[in-house]
């Protein structure tokens, strides 16, 4: 068994100027005095203190920081003073926030020590504690309290100051917040009235009850009463004084026993075998993934006296590294990536082997650059044979570092290597579920168009900025080149450029173009859609750094989906070209110009994007003056209704044409329809023709097969319904139709609607026959086209819905200066 050597006593001092290096000297300079006076048991805890005590008078006083040490065989006396005694320190101490590097000055001290305290006088402040010696030569004390990353802690701590007989002797206000008992209420009464004990072995007091390992410190759970006289579980530690000796005891609420708890001395004797850094085996387990990491690079930075200390871990998708977290260094730093070959990261010829660079004005390491340090040691973290992160320590020194710094480095990655590993592969799966959502959205994206351009548009969109600087989407021509077609680019006004760029530009070239805006990695992926290539979709990324992992495998399924898109939306808009050329031949192509009447047309198909019907109208001239019209309507919608609709045009035309009567126009139609057989639909037809009389009158013959009858609105005002319904088309052979005959005056008007225009419907409210009268009584002399405009507006504004059924409307108004001219024959 080793003998014990107790430390030669010593007094020492020194004083450090307000600068972030300072913290690593002072660290620097009470390890050294320890170390040489004999006193190696208390060196962790005190340079902990001291990195943090040091560390808040820097930041927080900007003066220099004296550090004072006196060590005699009962322990140690640590002294930090600044020349800033205005600035008091709370005595509450709590937590720092998540993201503070700093800040657990007091918090650890009031852990570490048997006794400490702050003390001002009128041109300093000195904060000073003890570490003294237990019966087994090592320092009474309790770990740092431990945060769980899910938990933030509120750190309470109770502290009780206890006579040899267990009086009550101080109380502080934790402990009053915590179990509603003032200081008044408690100074001179028995501590053990409170305390009940609950934990086997463990005492609530200075009694009999000795704990499990003998000695001044011992720790366990018991129940405390309130002042509501509720009972409190209480995880309660006695951090100096033996049995009968006046003692100090700490307490927070059993939940949170981690931030009092330190493991058995025989426990934390073998850790440190094993542990370079002497965590906890649970550290992880109870601190969480981001405090440990946190600790663990704390302890790294302390355990090799250096300026700062870092972690860096492997992202999957890309392969870069990236700075996880930092001590000593800016907190800008986490996140920031690093290409596998940047200075200052595990070589990757040698990717297994510690990284020393002894002198950093020879070897730049830009992204540490401003940090004020000189020399560096990055050692790998690897798992299962792979490098999944790195370990490093900087130092403000030339060569800060000796070869047994480095391979303890290499331990202390061995020893991380499991929960960065965890780590990696947490952030990793947070990154994989956050590209499954970006592939959804961009196939809900790309499936919601059917146009093309718009298509090739939100393509760009959706690689610009998560996948690249910027995009570029080719379409092959005929030939099979490439024509580029979008362009988008992160910065808008960038855009036109980079198309002026990319236009002069072969696309298999543009990674070894000298154009400054194509510098930078460029990826070309082939769009294929159904087995064959439609284009490309470059993509170009600023740095030199290609798309690799997961991030290529993304891009390629966005490109995937994009050139299915773009093939379907191109599929679509030659179908519905061809679909909107077929039902424009449907309608006449423009309004004819006759000599004794003008004439008025309104036209809506139901339905988005369509042009054509089921019903229409025509009018055209048929020879010696005479005019053939029609007004239709197809029972039901679609291509279906459009092919009946264009049949009963083109028929009636024919027949006109060829001097058919109007009668036997209807009834060889009515054959043509059923001659359709399961095509055939039903069909209402006004169909007339106009013959010119003397004094500018006009002789109508007309047939209303099933149709809505026509209105005629006299010079004088009187409105008349002319026509007899008759059979409607497509429903019984050999139907005979009889014409009747109208003469129309100067000035008349015709009015020929469908069904579309009289059952417009608000709810259970109808437009019907009154409601087109009362607009017709209100047209006057109007011209026909005004009048057909108007009965659109009367159907539009009739309801807020837009129609549901297709509307046709036919407008004759009658010259009344027009004279006749025999001669008028189809061009």
């Not at 002797?169 to 408690?186: F, P, V, Y």
Request: with cysteine; charged share 25%; aromatic share 4%.
């Amino acid at each position: 068994m080793r003998e014990k050597v107790l430390p030669r006593a010593m007094h020492t001092q020194r004083t450090f100027a307000p600068e972030g290096h300072s913290v690593a000297l002072a660290r620097r300079f009470v390890r050294q005095a320890l170390e040489e006076c004999g006193a190696d048991d208390l060196t962790d805890e005190a340079v902990l203190a001291t990195s943090e005590l040091v560390t808040n008078a820097v930041v927080h006083a900007g003066t220099p920081v004296r550090v004072a040490l006196d060590v005699d065989a009962q322990g140690l006396r640590l002294e930090v003073q600044d020349l800033h005694p205005h600035r008091a320190l709370p005595l509450g101490v709590e937590s720092p926030s998540d993201d503070a590097e700093h800040g657990r000055g007091l918090l650890i001290t009031s852990s570490l020590a048997g006794a400490w305290g702050v003390d001002y006088s009128a041109g300093a402040k000195r904060v000073w504690m003890k570490l003294e010696r237990g019966s087994d030569s090592t320092p009474t004390r309790t770990p740092p309290r431990a945060r769980h990353e899910t938990e933030p802690v509120q750190a309470a701590v109770g502290v009780v100051e206890l006579s040899p007989d267990g009086v009550v002797r101080s109380w502080n206000h934790d402990s009053e917040r915590m179990l509603g008992w003032t200081a008044e209420d408690m100074l001179g009464r028995p501590w053990r009235e409170l305390v009940e004990p609950l934990d086997r072995g463990t005492t609530a007091g200075n009694g009999a009850d000795v704990p499990s390992w003998a000695g001044q410190r011992w720790q366990g759970t018991c129940a405390v009463r309130r002042k509501t006289g509720a009972a409190a579980q209480v995880f309660l530690s006695r951090v100096s004084g033996a049995p009968g000796e006046a003692s100090t005891m700490l307490f927070v609420p059993a939940a949170r026993r981690a931030l009092l708890e330190w493991p058995a001395p025989q426990a934390r004797v073998a850790a440190a075998t094993q542990d370079p850094l002497g965590l906890r085996e649970d550290a992880l387990n109870r601190l969480g993934f981001n405090a440990y990491l946190d600790l663990v690079v704390e302890r790294t930075r302390d355990r090799l006296s250096a300026r700062a200390a870092f972690l860096l871990l492997v992202r999957d998708l890309e392969g870069d590294f990236e700075v996880a977290t930092v001590s000593g260094l800016d907190n800008a730093l986490r996140g920031v990536r690093l290409e596998p070959d940047a200075p200052g990261v595990p070589d990757p010829r040698n990717p297994q082997l510690p990284v020393v660079l002894s002198d950093l004005a020879e070897t730049d390491v830009p992204w540490l650059a401003g940090n004020e340090v000189r020399s560096l040691v990055v050692a790998p973290v690897v798992m299962e044979g792979r490098v999944i992160g790195a370990v490093g320590v900087a130092s403000e020194r030339r060569a800060g570092f000796s070869d047994e710094e480095a391979v303890l480095l290499q331990r202390i990655g061995s020893v991380l290597a499991p929960a960065a590993d965890r780590a990696r592969l947490r952030v990793s799966e947070r990154e994989r579920r956050g590209w499954l959502t970006f592939l959804s959205e961009a196939g809900v994206l790309l499936a919601g168009s059917l146009d093309q351009e718009m298509t090739m548009a939100i393509t760009g969109q959706i690689a610009v900025p998560r996948l690249a600087t910027w995009c570029a989407v080719y379409l092959d021509d005929c030939r099979g080149k490439p024509v580029l077609q979008q362009v988008w680019h992160r910065d808008e006004r960038l855009t036109s450029p980079l198309r002026t760029a990319l236009a002069r530009t072969d696309p298999d070239r543009v990674g070894e173009s000298s154009e400054a805006l194509l510098r930078g990695a460029v990826l070309n992926i082939p769009l294929l859609a159904r087995g064959h290539r439609i284009g490309l979709l470059t993509l170009g990324r600023e740095t030199r750094d290609p798309l690799q992992g997961e991030a290529l495998v993304v891009a390629e399924s966005v490109a995937r989906r994009a050139a299915l898109a773009i093939d379907n939306a191109r599929a679509h808009g030659e179908l519905q070209a061809i679909g909107e050329a077929l039902q424009r031949g449907l309608l006449p192509v423009s309004i004819p110009e006759a000599p004794m009447f003008d004439v008025g047309v309104a036209y809506e198909a139901a339905g988005e994007r369509t042009l054509a019907g089921g019903d229409f109208y025509d009018i055209f001239p048929v020879g010696a003056g005479r005019w053939c019209f029609a007004v239709g309507d197809v029972c039901g919608s679609g291509p279906e209704a459009a092919a009946v609709t264009g049949l009963a045009r083109h028929t009636i035309r024919a027949l006109a044409l060829a001097g058919f009567p109007v009668a036997v126009i209807v009834e060889r139609l009515n054959s043509a329809i059923l001659d359709e057989g399961e095509r055939a639909r039903f069909l209402t037809l006004l169909c007339g023709t106009l013959e010119p009389e003397s004094g500018g009158r006009l002789r109508m013959s007309i047939v209303t097969a099933g149709h809505p009858l026509p209105s005629v609105v006299r010079r004088s005002g009187e409105i008349v319904v002319v026509g007899r319904p008759q059979s409607l088309l497509g429903v019984v052979e050999n139907v005979v139709f009889v014409p009747e005959e109208h003469v129309l005056e100067k000035g008349d008007l015709l009015v020929a609607v469908t069904d579309g225009v009289l059952e417009r419907r608000d709810g259970k409210r109808m437009l019907g026959e009154e409601g087109l009268r009362a607009e017709l009584a209100q047209v006057g002399d109007l011209p026909a086209q005004a009048v057909a405009d108007r009965i659109r507006r009367l159907v539009g504004d009739f309801a807020e819905d837009p129609p549901a059924d297709d509307m046709a409307v036919l407008a004759l108004r009658i010259s009344p200066t027009g004279t006749i001219s025999a001669d008028s024959s189809p061009e």
